[in-house]
DNA sequence: GATCGTTTTTAACATAGGTTAAAGGAAATT
DNA sequence: AATTTCCTTTAACCTATGTTAAAAACGATC
């Protein structure tokens, strides 16, 4: 099971057998229901986790009982909240299966402390931050410039295989717009 | 100059007299007057730069010659394109000065070499792309959950000093609206 | 202080998107 | 097959925002 993450993190950056027996200890597997939510938005969370079967979401709840999608994440993907992981803050989403899942659970706070032991988790780290950074930004850019139509058609192109995964309610509130509305723009579409 | 980036560079993680004679040779100042453009849109960007004095904003262009600005940055702040440095590919966005600016370059190329020197590079680097998607994850909550009029408020409180550097047809396509727009939410929280 | 360029506001009209509620469809359950 | 539940579309009406153009305010310069 473990050697799937391994894996994963080995096409970022190498890590010795030492490295990785430095690891193993603070990770274990976990098995969640549909809808279970996993981490609740203001609470501040110990793990972060990395999917090896299922889908989750991540959403932001509003006082007014307002649920808006901010990510979808499935297999092989590392998700968790950075803000409580680097500034020990609570949540500002939460998280909740879409289908059933298999997890690895990493402890961040253990795995805080390899960042002293080896460089090649500072390396991992890095380019993990990175690679979250230019999605961040390129989802910005969306916002930004391009119309709720053209989101739709995006998130159509960049997440083909999750059309089927993820109800129309669910890809609205991702795009920032009601069900109402991605309902008429599909109208118009075809 | 350089103490100047020494100290902020220092501030994330220790760097030694050995590391840093090292980066040296790889910067040099720059001044740059008011609306220069630092980097075009589509180019590709071999410096990323430090900013001792001035203000700049990043923005994309559209095909139909409109611009939204999608950050500003001054005095202490690092500003580059990600996408340019981490996987060579054309900048998707252009930098120009608001002000007149004083800049601290460095060449990417030469500064990447460095993360195999010693572990203080990865995890300066590691740091400052998670303080970027921090950043990035906040701005895209913003745009998914807040009205305009929240965003304004927002910007205000987040960005009190660059009020009066900034003017408003700026901040409105920062905001992602109009000038018209910015100036009907102005006249209804008066 | 008159003039010029820039920034900001205003007006009038057009479109995108929100709200609420109901109707249709699809899928699961008995 | 009938029932229930969930998902998706449609309709009617309302508000936020875009578009274009003009006016007003502001600042710099001569």
Redesign the interface.
């Known amino acids: 099971m473990s050697n799937i993450i391994r894996q994963a993190l080995g096409q970022i950056c190498n890590i010795t057998d030492e490295e990785w027996n430095k690891l193993l200890p603070f990770i274990k597997t976990r098995s969640i229901k549909k809808n279970h939510v996993l981490l609740e938005q203001g609470s501040k969370s110990i793990n972060f986790y990395f999917i090896t079967k299922g889908l989750v979401r991540f959403y ?1 709840s ?1 006082p007014e009982g307002k649920e ?1 999608n ?1 990510s979808f994440h499935h297999e092989n993907d590392f998700v968790g909240s ?2 409580t992981m ?2 020990d803050m609570p949540s ?1 989403f939460s998280i909740q299966a879409l289908e059933d899942c298999e997890l690895i659970v990493i402890n961040y706070k253990e795995f805080n402390t390899l ?1 002293d032991e080896h ?1 090649c988790w ?2 991992i ?2 380019i993990m ?2 690679e ?3 999605r ?2 390129l ?3 969306e ?3 391009d119309s709720a139509e053209a989101r739709y058609e995006s998130f159509k192109a960049e997440f083909p295989d999750l059309q089927n995964r993820i109800n129309l309610g669910h890809i609205a509130s991702y795009l ?1 717009i009601t069900q109402v509305q991605l309902s008429r723009i599909r109208k118009n579409i075809k």
């Open positions: 932001y509003t808006f901010k950075l803000l680097k500034r500002t960042y460089r500072d390396r780290g890095r931050a990175e979250l950074a230019i961040k930004e989802r910005e850019k916002f930004l410039l920032g």
